[in-house]
């Protein structure tokens, strides 16, 4: 060391997805200062979603070209298999929702302005809408891409920061329900800081463990530095707060549903799909590439933590009435079912490799129909907005059957019934789960299971069987953008339920190489 | 002769075999989802699309015949559904080419007739498109690789035909009809699901490849358990004794409807489960027995259902049974009775087809008058359509050098080989079809006029006499065809196998006389009572015998009294036990489950500062389970 530092030495073409994504974000920024108010949708739109698409293709360009097998950027991020699958399944999930976002009455005109205020009046009047939701979105995209990629813990809180704080914004610019909106912002903020907290703290420890914040050398220092497990204890367990907060297990999902609830359905979509990507792709790589020599250790709180997960979504959602709100508490039992992957995570190469692709597959499968679920939200809608209550979805079927029809569709795949890509992707994580040595645990998956179908049948009997409300939501048409993202993800859950094998396929390729150290 | 090994087979036409299924589905999609904007061109659609089939049928059948014959049997591969125990697969083979042929082809014929027979109705379009549904669905039945596959179709032609019994739901009948042919065929399908599971839990496959290479191995294997399931589920589809009732009631639907789905081709289903089925019934003396007993049974019960009905559609119907009694007796017996079984069925469909169409066509003239007893002498105004139904009419009751006298009597013959007594039987049943036949065409087209004073007979269309012109046709040469030379047991005994020594073609022996004196006599008998005599307008209240007839053998007051009456009690049973029993249990779990939602959902405050709490107090218990579970 004699005082200079060292230029980085950069593979931009392995980091070329991110780069696109946060040199749009960045444009977008300057197109909110400079380009007149008018013209800025027009602007932002194309931006986005060409990155989005753009850095789709570089992704797709990185697989053909050959899979990297070392890490990029000096060590700090890890393009690899599991990571390019994470990052072409973030990128359309993005893309699709960034439609739903373009769709403009989920956004409030002044963000700041106390709800129903004469501010808020005002800037409604003058056609003040909130364009930097593109820029925001783009930003958060980005985070997601470097979250499950990263391979030392530092870049990994600041993937997780630069992912989330574009999200709390975003939560808080709901159109209607402004209160709610706020409040969840609020939440979301004030809880993830929180959380984020604990994934520091557990950094700082593991480091004052192994000497190293990065993945790779942690794992090394395992079982090699003698007398210092407590610090590895209560490091490893606080990082992984931070990384199951993400998630939404229990006893860490209580901001899940009044945040789910209060943003706006677009962003709840982004949420739902990309974050909960995102997250697992991340608590995957730390527990294997960091933990791995460790896995006899937190493998049994993991399954304290899936069952707890998967029976408080599955119970909690029985009671809910409104249908985001439902929603939130049917991601969080899918986050349990995702754990159970998790879990079947054995010593054997073979075994890693098949829960690996089970998961992926579950996750390609759940972003899209939750997509899709969540856009025909945005589509039921009242005087007052969208129709969030429950009872007022009564007798849907009878006034719009082939929306409603969807839906039943969408709900069918949550529950995993079969010819949709739900049945397939439970069936994979639980079949990996039985070979891992896991079968308590998918006993449990499978019973929780049943009890969520009963609130998704629910729904399907209320919108089916119940009459119809007399001043009941109308469907409004949808924006060309809103049918495109149904249609995507109708035809995805269709598909990856009649032809899983082309996807599967995919998965286990990307999981062949695993997680790169 | 053992059956030909399945060679996995890509390109040319057979490897785009899907296509034949494709097509007619797509058709059936665009119809049913295009809504009434199809209206104008639906019928036009549905017809060419199970044309468009057929050729594609007609082309993997050339490419077929270009293989060496132990070549045959080629295995199309579409994708893998559940690794390691379901594959999506087609297989091309001479059975099931065979059937593809049959459906497709008379299929367009029936489609095409339909364009005159429908015209008229208002759901024109929908009925088009319920026929390319069940096009599809047959074809995915036959052509399957696997009995997964072969449950889609068979599930699918089921829908189809509960759609188009009922397709004029507003007639109560008709209604109730479709419903009885539910629910019917669900007993049979309860068999054959359990059947395909116990093949499952025996083979851990599902492919017809697996199970012949199973059975081969041998071991422990319940072929007989698997055997009757698989014929429980034949007779449901194929209307066979016991599950024989809904198949006169489905008369209810449009006669193209009977022709195509209740005559020609989805009613022997059965017939080709059974002989797809081979491997395991040649294992399983007990099972072949049975399935010969019922096809004895059912030909005739057929036949005598078939002598007392005036409804022109239901005797027609009775006689359907019959010949699918035929068949199933054939089906029974193995190897040597698979060829005349298949080509019976083959000339069947020609002949039965064209005798419903017949009949559809004098309905069409006749105001949609059914009863025989109102037709008479229809022969002069409607000359196309008397010969063509002549010439069914010979074919049916085996007249010499027609289709049924060689496939009918190839089945009379090895039956007579293999048990006398079956033989006998199937001679009789061959005089009652000899009578009851000649009865309905002496009623129909010859005698008085019996008409109903607004009738106003006239010969049909051009696009309706056409296909009756086509299939007589094949009513007159395709017996001889087939049969002569063993030119279909060879071609079909890769497939099928057959027996080391090929039978031979005899014109007079006994067995053949003896039906053919038998036929006469019928035939006789027949011109005795209605061709020469007067046929009253009102059914005369005749002999026990004929009230048992009329009545389909007392076959629903059967199963009324025997599965109506206790099933209903079962019910009733069921219920109260399920009242104070099982939903007590499950009533206390669900409250259980909402019970604790609710309690849980308490904790969901709303507050942030709990949310706060409840994450640190979850972090500190994992940070404690953590050093717990490091430092055991």
Known sequence: MNGTIQAPTLEYAQLAPMLVVFGAAIVGVLVEAFAPRYLRSAIHVPITLLSLAGAFALTIWQVVKGVPTKPAAMGAVAVDGPSLFIWGTILVLAFVSVLLINDEDHFVAAAAAVPGSAEEEQALHEGAGHTEVYPLALFAVGGMLLFPASNDLLVMFVALEVMSLPLYLLCGLARRRRLLSQEAAVKYFLLGAFSSAFFLYGTALLYGYAGSIDLAKISAALGVVGGQETLLYIGVAMLGVGLLFKIGAAPFQAWKPDVYQGAPTPITALMASGTLVAAFGALLRVFWVALGGLDWNWSPVLWAVAILTMVVGAILAITQTDIKRMLAYSSIAHGGFLLVGVVATGAAAGQNSKALSAILFYLVAYGFTTVGAFAVVTMVRDAGGEAWHLSRWAGLGKRSPLLAGIFAFFLLAFAGIPLTSGFFGKYAVFQAAVAGGATPLVIVGVVASAVAAFFYVRVIVLMFFSDPAADGPSVVLPSRGTAAVVGVAVLATVFLGVFPQPVLHLAQNAAQSLFIR | ?632
């Open chain 2, 1 to 632: 002769m053992e059956p030909a090994e399945i060679i996995q087979h890509s390109g040319g036409v057979i490897g785009a075999s899907w296509l034949m299924i494709a097509l007619p589905l797509l058709g059936a999609a665009v119809l049913l989802l295009g809504g009434r904007k199809t209206d104008k061109f639906g019928h036009l659609l549905g017809v060419a699309m199970a044309v468009a089939s057929f050729v594609v049928a007609a082309l993997a059948f050339i490419q077929l015949l270009g293989f060496a014959p132990g070549e045959r049997r080629r295995g199309v591969e579409l994708y893998d559904l559940i690794p390691g125990i379901a594959k999506v697969g087609l297989l091309v083979d001479p059975l099931s080419i065979s059937f593809c042929l049959l459906i497709t082809f008379v299929g367009s014929l029936i489609h095409i007739y339909s364009i005159g027979y429908m015209a008229h109705d208002p759901a024109r379009r929908r009925f088009f498109a319920y026929l390319n549904l069940f096009v599809a669905a047959m074809l995915v039945l036959v052509l399957a690789d696997n009995y997964l596959g072969l449950y889609v179709g068979w599930e699918g032609v089921g829908l189809a035909s509960y759609l188009l019994i009922g397709f004029w739901q507003h007639k109560p009948t008709a209604a109730t009809a479709a419903k009885k042919a539910f629910i019917v065929n669900r007993v049979g399908d309860f068999g054959l699901s359990i059947g395909i599971f116990t093949i499952f839990a025996t083979f851990h496959s599902l492919s017809y490849q697996g199970v012949a290479e199973g059975m081969a191995k041998g071991g422990s294997i319940p072929a007989t358990a698997i055997g009757l399931l698989l014929l429980l589920g034949a007779c449901g589809k194929s209307a066979q004794l016991p599950l024989q009732s809904w198949l006169l009631d489905a008369m209810e639907g449009p006669t193209p409807v009977s022709a195509l789905i209740h005559a020609a081709t989805m009613v022997t289903a059965g017939v080709y489960l059974v002989v797809r089925s081979g491997p395991i019934f040649q294992a399983t003396d007990t099972a072949q027995l049975v399935v010969t007993i019922v096809g004895v049974a059912t030909l005739l019960a057929g036949a005598i259902i078939g002598t007392a009905k005036d409804d022109i559609k239901k005797a027609l119907a009775g006689s359907t049974m019959s010949q699918i009694g035929y068949m199933m007796l054939a089906a029974g017996i193995g190897p040597a009775g698979y060829a005349f079984a298949i080509a019976h069925l083959i000339t069947h469909g020609f002949f039965k087809a064209d005798m419903f169409l017949g009949a559809g066509s004098v309905m069409h003239g006749m105001n949609d008058e059914v009863n025989m007893r109102k037709y008479g002498g229809l022969r002069k105004v409607m000359p196309i359509t008397f010969v063509t139904f002549f010439i069914g009419y010979l074919a049916i009751i085996g007249f010499p050098l027609l289709s049924g006298y060689f496939t009918k009597d190839g089945i009379i013959e090895t039956a007579m080989e293999h048990n006398a007594i079956l033989g006998w039987l199937a001679v009789l049943g061959a005089g009652i079809t000899g009578f009851y036949m000649s009865r309905l065409v002496f009623m129909t087209f010859f005698g008085k006029k019996r008409w109903e004073a607004d009738a106003h007979p006239h010969e049909s269309p051009a696009v309706m006499t056409w296909p009756l012109i086509i299939l007589s046709i094949g009513a007159i040469v395709l017996g001889a065809f087939l049969i002569l030379g063993n030119r279909f047991m060879l071609f079909l005994s890769p497939a099928v196998g057959r027996p080391e020594e090929l039978p031979s073609f005899h014109p007079f022996s006994t067995t053949g006389l003896a039906t053919l004196a038998l036929v006469a006599v019928g035939v006789v008998f027949a011109w005795y009572r209605y061709g020469s005599a007067e046929v009253p307008g009102v059914a005369p209240r005749g002999s026990f015998l004929t009230a048992f007839a009329r009545r389909d053998l007392y076959g629903d007051a059967l199963n009324e009294a025997l599965l109506m009456r206790p099933g209903q009690w079962l019910t009733r049973l069921a219920v109260y036990f399920d009242n104070r029993g099982v939903d007590g249990l499950v009533n206390s779990l669900a409250a259980l489950i909402g019970g604790s939602s609710g309690r849980l959902r308490r904790i969901q405050t709303g507050y942030v500062r709990s949310y706060a709490l409840s994450i640190f107090v979850g972090a500190a218990v994992l940070v404690g389970a953590w050093f717990v579970v490091g430092n055991l």
